[in-house]
């Protein structure tokens, strides 16, 4: 009734604008409360698949012997890893950030743990045109004067954002232009809505499953509280702009061996997030053919630079 009253009264007034926007948030609102139920719908239909099969996999090893019970657990952490990252694969967002932690944490069984790692690498991307909204909704729509995005598909895409090479073209202090090749990193367009939902959801699939199974979940209410705080501050790339030319400067001034790209604050919003672009290589993949010293060197440098970080907080 008070959107509808809304149109009403700012077409009587003469405000056309207004007037479509009210009418817009009257169109609107009912998908949006839809997306919301589905989605909720979706994370209930997992949790009560889970609990289920938790519950039956429990009667089953209680009613045989303890070595017995012990093969029915195993090969039941095999089948619920598996269930459990197609998904969190499925729902994407913020469940994505509770299975990464998961997938460290040294009480998890190792199915879940080798099966959840799987979500650290990368996550399907949005394609170009997505991208491309979002960057003329934060720069206008002459966006591509300042930001030439590169074909082909990102560098990487995580839960919050995926990253592009792009040549980014900066304005001189003289005046005049001057082309960088960068990376940008731009935020999924449906994350802070989903994200929203998905935050009230987890809470009650933490209490769901810890009643379900105490020994497996009895810790993930702690985490789903520590995650949501977390990612509501990543949401906003200018604190991670910001964090990141903060050691940036106490690194160069400190002489430490950790190069860290240079940020270009002028392309930075609370949605994009533009630096410099520089050669490298993953861990992962560096750790397949370098040598133990070598190996050694860099694990030395990150703890002393990961220490150092604290005494600048």
Same mark, same amino acid.
């Given at each position: 009734?008070?959107?509808?009253?809304?149109?009403?009264?700012?077409?009587?007034?003469?405000?056309?604008?207004?007037?479509?926007?009210?009418? *817009?948030?009257?169109?609107?609102?009912?998908?949006?409360?839809?997306?919301?139920?589905?989605?909720?719908? $979706?994370?209930?239909?997992?949790?009560?698949?889970?609990?289920?099969?938790?519950?039956?996999?429990?009667?089953?090893?209680?009613?045989? +012997?303890?070595?017995?019970?012990?093969?029915?657990?195993?090969?039941?952490?095999?089948?619920?890893? $598996?269930?459990?990252?197609?998904?969190?694969?499925?729902?994407?967002?913020?469940?994505?950030?509770?299975?990464? +932690?998961?997938?460290?944490?040294?009480?998890? !069984?190792? !199915?879940?743990?080798?099966?959840?790692?799987?979500?650290?690498?990368?996550?399907?991307?949005?394609?170009?045109?997505?991208?491309?909204?979002?960057?003329?909704?934060?720069?206008?729509?002459?966006?591509?004067?300042?930001?030439?995005?590169?074909?082909? !598909?990102?560098?990487?895409?995580? +839960?919050?954002? #995926?990253?592009?090479?792009?040549?980014?073209?900066?304005?001189?202090?003289? *005046? *005049?232009?001057?082309?960088?090749?960068?990376?940008?990193?731009?935020?999924?367009? #449906?994350?802070?809505?989903?994200?929203?939902?998905?935050?009230?959801?987890?809470?009650?699939?933490?209490?769901?499953?810890?009643?379900?199974?105490?020994?497996?979940?009895?810790?993930?209410?702690?985490?789903?509280?520590?995650?949501?705080?977390? +990612?509501?501050?990543?949401?906003?790339?200018?604190?991670?702009?910001?964090?990141?030319?903060?050691?940036?400067?106490?690194?160069?001034?400190?002489?430490?061996?950790?190069?860290? !790209?240079?940020?270009?604050?002028?392309?930075?919003?609370? $949605?994009?997030?533009?630096?410099?672009?520089?050669?490298?290589? $993953?861990?992962?993949?560096?750790?397949?053919?370098?040598?133990?010293?070598?190996?050694?060197?860099?694990?030395?440098?990150?703890?002393?630079?990961?220490?150092?970080?604290?005494?600048?907080?």
């Amino acid at each position: 009734l008070a959107p509808a009253t809304a149109v009403a009264m700012a077409t009587v007034a003469g405000w056309p604008l207004a007037a479509q926007v009210a009418l *817009g948030a009257v169109l609107l609102a009912p998908v949006l409360a839809l997306r919301v139920i589905w989605r909720t719908l $979706r994370v209930t239909w997992v949790c009560a698949v889970l609990m289920a099969s938790l519950f039956i996999t429990d009667r089953r090893a209680k009613a045989t +012997t303890e070595k017995g019970g012990k093969a029915i657990w195993s090969m039941a952490h095999n089948v619920h890893a $598996r269930f459990l990252l197609h998904a969190v694969m499925d729902l994407s967002g913020f469940f994505v950030k509770i299975a990464q +932690t998961l997938s460290v944490a040294t009480a998890t !069984p190792e !199915p879940f743990n080798r099966e959840l790692s799987r979500l650290q690498d990368s996550m399907p991307a949005e394609p170009h045109a997505e991208v491309e909204k979002t960057l003329a909704e934060e720069f206008g729509r002459d966006w591509n004067k300042i930001v030439r995005l590169h074909p082909g !598909p990102p560098l990487g895409s995580a +839960t919050i954002a #995926q990253v592009h090479r792009a040549t980014l073209f900066l304005s001189k202090p003289g *005046g *005049g232009v001057k082309e960088i090749e960068g990376v940008i990193k731009v935020q999924h367009r #449906q994350i802070r809505g989903n994200l929203a939902v998905d935050m009230r959801a987890a809470a009650l699939l933490a209490a769901l499953l810890a009643y379900a199974s105490p020994v497996l979940f009895d810790d993930l209410a702690d985490v789903v509280r520590e995650v949501s705080s977390l +990612t509501k501050i990543e949401l906003d790339f200018r604190n991670e702009a910001a964090s990141q030319e903060r050691a940036r400067e106490a690194a160069l001034a400190h002489n430490m061996d950790v190069v860290i !790209p240079s940020v270009f604050t002028n392309l930075v919003t609370s $949605r994009v997030f533009a630096m410099e672009y520089i050669e490298g290589e $993953r861990l992962n993949d560096f750790a397949k053919s370098a040598r133990r010293s070598e190996k050694v060197r860099i694990v030395h440098d990150l703890i002393e630079f990961f220490a150092f970080s604290f005494t600048q907080a």
